[in-house]
């Protein structure tokens, strides 16, 4: 398995969904075809339910991460707490800022979203009918929130279809993620390939924002915020 892949720098192993099924809601997205075939099916069985299960993001390359990953680093995006409010970071040292864009957001190259396996998933028809714009908070996923319903149907139905959550327990790294699905077929054959010199080679080539920090820190990264 090549670097490439792993770290999101090519996408030659994916279909754009809007190919098996044009009128797929997530035909803009982008996954390995054994993981959307899987993904139709399971959306369609979710559908027979009254349920509008849609992708909100899958396939993100290095690059498509890195931009996330740069606009907080410089303060043109917000960092989250544990409360999901803004963390004020022009108070906090780079190694201190590194944690807290961690907490939330993967360090390109260390991704699931390059795999093309995984994808944070929204009940679409839920969010219209509430006029509510997704914002991937926990909220969100709660029995009461516009994704509550969804998120109960998954729990029961989605491992049915190969379908797992790698970021349903905090421990105390990633924070938890109630949206993230992860097709587990693929993505734990692709999972092991990751390594830290696989990862410290990605970032030395790359110009990421903070790359000193990051570089200095990449085994305590590796250790606490991948899985
Ligand atoms: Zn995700």
Not at 29 to 55: T, V
Not at 146 to 171: I, M, N, R
Not at 188 to 207: F, N, R, V, Y
Request: hydrophobic share 35%.
């Amino acid at each position: 398995m090549n670097r490439q892949l792993v770290c999101g720098i090519s996408q030659d192993h994916l279909i754009n969904i809007g190919n098996l099924d044009p009128n797929n809601g997530s035909d803009r997205h982008h996954l390995q075809s054994e993981a959307a075939l899987a993904f139709i099916e399971m959306q369609q069985a979710a559908a027979k339910d009254g349920i509008d299960c849609q992708i909100l993001s899958s396939y993100r390359s290095f690059k498509q991460q890195q931009s996330i990953w740069d606009r907080k680093w410089i303060g043109q995006l917000p960092v989250l707490d544990n409360n999901d409010k803004a963390i004020d970071i022009s108070s906090l040292n780079n190694e201190e800022k590194l944690h807290a864009i961690l907490r939330w957001s993967a360090l390109p190259g260390t991704s699931r979203h390059h795999w093309g396996t995984d994808f944070d998933v929204v009940d679409r028809q839920n969010a219209l009918r509430y006029n509510h714009t997704i914002e991937l908070v926990a909220s969100e996923y709660e029995p009461k929130g516009v994704c509550g319903l969804l998120t109960l149907w998954l729990k029961e139905h989605a491992s049915h279809y190969g379908f797992e959550q790698p970021y349903a327990k905090d421990y105390g790294g990633i924070g938890i993620e109630p949206w993230h699905y992860s097709y587990l077929p693929l993505a734990e054959k692709i999972a092991p390939h990751l390594t830290e010199t696989l990862l410290t080679t990605t970032i030395e080539q790359s110009d990421i924002a903070g790359k000193m920090t990051v570089l200095k820190h990449l085994p305590t990264i590796f250790e606490r915020y991948y899985r």
